[in-house]
């Protein structure tokens, strides 16, 4: 999605401290998103959220939990607002959940950039240019890059912005190739 800045999956809504994959307490998996909302509102990254799962199912576990965590009352306005939209929408009750964020702990670093990470040559070039995992979790161009490799995207977005993502030739016409499959 344009104006997506960064990703990072972790932890959040429990009370249990530092939690780890192995040891989670009562705290949700999820995702941070940094974005630019210049270029995308927080709205619009709302109906992307209700329209990438089913909210309508219950969640069978506090681990994967389907919730919004808010930073504040704008943000709890708008995720309530977009919810009753889809509730309407779908004419059923919904179980995701609206809930104050509260601390985020990043997940180990095998769990970020999934999708990236598992795609050999993506993955490689990326690690030679940011051999600090950190420096990795925190690239705008890994994140941009591992969307489009799980599915998020169209190559007309993918074509304006491809030459600031730094990946090698070959690479970036393996982007091209992938994303273009979708269409």
């Known amino acids: 999605m344009q104006g997506v800045v960064r990703t990072r999956v972790g932890y959040s809504g429990g009370s249990a401290p530092s939690p780890t994959y192995h ?3 009562d705290h949700s ?20 959220f209700w329209a990438s799962h089913d909210p309508r199912r219950a ?3 506090v681990q994967y939990k389907n919730a919004v965590f808010v930073h504040d009352a704008e943000q709890r306005v708008a995720a309530e607002r977009t ?4 509730a309407r929408a779908l004419g059923a009750e919904l179980h995701t959940e609206v809930l104050p964020a509260g601390r985020f702990y ?4 095998y769990h970020q950039k999934y999708r990236l990470r598992g795609s050999g040559p993506f993955a490689a070039e990326f690690e030679e240019f940011y051999p ?7 690239s705008t161009s890994a994140a941009r890059v591992n969307g489009y490799l799980d599915g998020y995207g169209t190559i007309e977005q993918l074509e304006w912005e491809i030459d600031r993502l730094g990946l090698s030739a070959s690479l970036s ?5 992938e994303v273009s499959r979708r269409r």
Do not use: C, K
Not at 83 to 86: A, F, K, W, Y
């Open 83 to 86: 919810r009753e939209r889809m």
């Open 59 to 61: 969640a069978w576990s």
């Open 173 to 177: 016409e393996r982007l091209r190739a």
């Open 106 to 109: 990043r997940a180990e670093g």
């Open 132 to 138: 600090v995992e950190a420096d990795l979790v925190d």
């Open 23 to 25: 040891r989670l307490g």
């Open 29 to 48: 998996e999820t995702i941070q998103i940094d974005f630019d909302p210049e270029r995308v509102s927080y709205e619009e990254l709302l109906y992307s």
